[in-house]
T-cell receptor
């Protein structure tokens, strides 16, 4: 049973395209996150939702739009992809940040 | 966001060695956590610390929450090849998000 699952695992696409990454958690957690890991492995928070409500929206281009249809799902849609969007994107969930996150296995996005 | 300074940036281990890494912050945290990331996977929680001065072990791993609440260290004793990976510290000052260090990459010495 995968706790936090995200799809696809790999995504290769051309500049200018629009793509989505899906995330689902079966842990019953209230809070979900999207993080971006760059080539230097730094983990940077992008968004956080608590019970379907957006609670964190860091400085992220408007081309990135999260959507949470219910508290078990948090999807990430990216418009007009750019070369600099290439990274690994991690979904995570928690019952409160101080308990730690459970991460998905990541989506490696490559924009060519 | 809050900056965590994690060191060393990278290290080489030889099987059987004890290794240590640490994290410092200019801000106080209420919780310190340590994660490990294997290639192609997401980070996995190793140890969580909730009280200043707390020392917690998980097998060969030991972590401490600094008394000033601005630092933490992680020790790995008697290292084995599967200890390679990237170790991240993370601090939490509210319940909304973690701030992560830049990671310590552990590699086996040839």
């Amino acid at each position: 049973d995968t706790a936090v699952s995200q799809t696809p695992k790999y995504l290769v696409t051309q500049m200018g395209n629009d793509k989505s990454i899906k995330c689902e958690q079966n842990l019953g957690h209230d809070t979900m996150y999207w993080y971006k890991q760059d080539s230097k492995k730094f983990l940077k928070i992008m968004f956080s939702y608590n019970n379907k409500e957006l609670i964190i929206n860091e400085t992220v281009p408007n081309r990135f739009s999260p959507k949470s249809p219910d508290k078990a799902h948090l999807n990430l849609h990216i418009n007009s992809l750019e070369l600099g969007d290439s990274a690994v994107y991690f979904c995570a969930s928690s019952r409160g940040a101080s308990y730690g996150y459970t991460f998905g296995s990541g989506t490696r996005l490559t924009v060519v | 966001g809050q900056q965590l300074n994690q060191s060393p940036q990278s290290m080489f281990i030889q099987e059987g060695e004890d290794v240590s890494m640490n994290c410092t912050s200019s801000s106080i945290f209420n919780t310190w956590l340590w994660y490990k990331q294997d290639p192609g996977e997401g980070p996995v929680l190793l140890i969580a610390l909730y009280k200043a001065g707390e020392l917690t072990s998980n097998g060969r791993l030991t972590a401490q929450f600094g008394i000033t609440r601005k630092d933490s260290f992680l020790n790995i004793s008697a290292s084995i090849p599967s200890d390679v990976g990237i170790y991240f510290c993370a601090g939490c000052s509210n319940d909304y998000k973690l701030s992560f260090g830049a990671g310590t990459t552990v590699t086996v010495r040839a």
